[in-house]
């Protein structure tokens, strides 16, 4: 379920009260981290595992200097011994950049009038979800970073049909979304409804996920802690450094790595193909590889370069199709990453326990589609004829009775020789985009210069293939 977008507009629309304050978007979540976490508490009946002096219920106290007392709680919840899961976590640096007491008051009253259960459904972790990628849009650091949209995760988790008491990875979790996706997809495949509420399942996932950045580490905990997803082994760490050695092997691998330079190389010994990358995304996906089990699968979100690019990108997509299989491509559309010009995909790939027939389809959900973006949101309908054509296999399977290369359709299925004729080149297009061209509204440099190498890369096959053209002319005219 998406979050309610009337409950988070009006807890965001407040953020325009502290922007004369200096309040960043980001210093505005961290705000609402902590209040909300209060909140919380108290409406959960839990606040006995807070200091007396540190509930919501002081805030709410006629008179007084409100934000001193608000001072008060955080200072105290950053000190307090023996805090209670993540608290510590999530207030080990605690201060308030609000410095106007009544913008205060207005962000706890409305906090305070907020219907956090709707028909017994909590909306604790649906109003902060949202708060997190209304983030996104306006800071424009979704991309890659830390919010991937909603409707692709829940499109990748149905698509990969997580089961009861599988190990899942995200070794790049950012603020949570494949996680409590896969979460709530497992609660509703197999537990019964109370009202809108769901019972426990009786083997729950077990999550194993890393999270580099200390401030969407927190914003990770909180978020899990909102949805009821154990944070047990949820660290704090660097995927590409010895930090790895904590992520156990996993059934399932859902993943949105970073996307751009990394600011230094791995510092793992383990990687084979990616130790001297200076880009996140290559060594991250070697990552996911080596974390599947043996008949584990993944998906992971890539950028376009990941499927073209020379050198170790190649030689990292020739070991996934000889010793994986990469039984589903995803092109995604343009614009559902709030950093301009990126274009992405999505890799379905198995680990599979017998060597198999290793063909590949590849669906285009880009070309002859709309650009998305802020004021032209994705929507699940966009992804719903994608899932209708991947079966009802989280391998992809049962699609034996399609039409695999029917003219007009948006997937092609391509055989191993056939990717090796390309040189293992992934950047398949045979759909033509009708109208402007995309391209027209790129604006980062690395995205601007995939494209440019795209079409350079397809006017030398086009001149090869006319130097074929004449070679054959000739030679049939020698023959005359």
């Not at 706890?108 to 997190?132: H, Q, T």
């Not at 950045?213 to 990770?220: A, G, K, N, S």
Request: charged letters at 25%.
């Amino acid at each position: 379920m998406n979050p309610s977008s009337a409950l988070v507009n009006r807890i965001w629309r407040l953020c325009t009260l502290l922007r004369k304050d200096g309040v960043t978007y980001q210093q505005y979540v961290n705000e609402i981290t902590y209040l909300i976490f209060l909140k919380m508490m108290q409406e959960r009946g839990l606040e006995d595992r807070l200091p007396v002096a540190c509930r919501w219920s002081r805030l709410l106290q006629p008179g007084g200097d409100l934000l001193g007392a608000y001072k008060e709680i955080l200072k105290g919840l950053r000190s307090a011994p023996s805090a209670e899961g993540n608290l510590a976590i999530v207030f080990s640096d605690a201060t308030t950049i609000v410095r106007d007491e009544n913008n205060l008051r207005a962000l706890i009253e409305a906090i305070d009038e907020l219907p956090w259960y709707d028909n017994g459904r909590d909306n604790f972790g649906d109003i902060y979800e949202g708060i997190l990628e209304r983030n996104a849009e306006e800071s424009k650091r979704g991309a890659g970073q830390y919010f991937t949209p909603r409707v692709v995760v829940d499109a990748v988790v149905t698509a990969m049909r997580p089961q009861p008491g599988e190990t899942v990875q995200d070794p790049a979790a950012g603020t949570g979304g494949f996680l409590i996706g896969a979460d709530e997809y497992v609660r509703r495949q197999s537990s019964d409804s109370i009202g809108s509420r769901m019972r426990p399942r009786p083997k729950p996932l077990r999550f194993v996920a890393m999270e580099n950045v200390p401030d969407t580490y927190r914003l990770l905990l909180m978020n899990l802690t909102l949805h009821e997803v154990d944070t047990g082994e949820i660290y704090l760490g660097d995927t590409l450094s010895k930090d790895h050695l904590k992520l156990q092997a996993a059934d399932l691998v859902l993943s949105n790595p970073p996307f751009g330079p990394a600011g230094g190389r791995p510092t793992r010994d383990d990687l084979e193909f990616t130790a001297a990358v200076s880009n996140f995304q290559l060594p991250f996906v070697e990552h996911c590889l080596k974390a599947l089990k043996p008949g584990g699968r993944a998906a992971i979100v890539v950028p376009d370069n990941v499927l073209f690019e020379d050198g170790r990108a190649r030689d990292l997509r020739r070991y996934m199709l000889d010793e994986f299989h990469l039984h589903t491509l995803l092109r995604l559309p343009a614009g559902i990453f709030y950093a301009a010009g990126v274009k992405t995909n999505v890799l379905f790939i198995a680990k599979p326990l017998h060597q198999e027939d290793r063909r590949t389809w590849v669906y285009d959900l880009r070309s002859n589609m709309p650009t998305f973006g802020k004021s032209a949101p994705l929507r699940d309908a966009a992804l719903a004829e994608f899932l209708a054509f991947y079966g009802e296999r989280s391998d992809g399977s049962d699609r034996k009775g399609l039409a695999a290369n029917a003219t007009g359709a948006r997937f092609r299925e391509f055989g191993r020789e056939d990717l090796a004729s390309r040189d293992d080149d992934l950047d398949i297009v045979w759909l033509k985009d009708a109208g402007t061209s995309p391209e027209d509204d790129l604006t980062d440099p690395a995205a601007i210069a995939a494209a440019m190498s795209s079409h350079l890369r397809l006017a030398i096959t086009t001149l090869d293939e006319i130097a074929a053209t004449l070679k054959q002319t000739e030679a049939a005219e020698r023959d005359d």
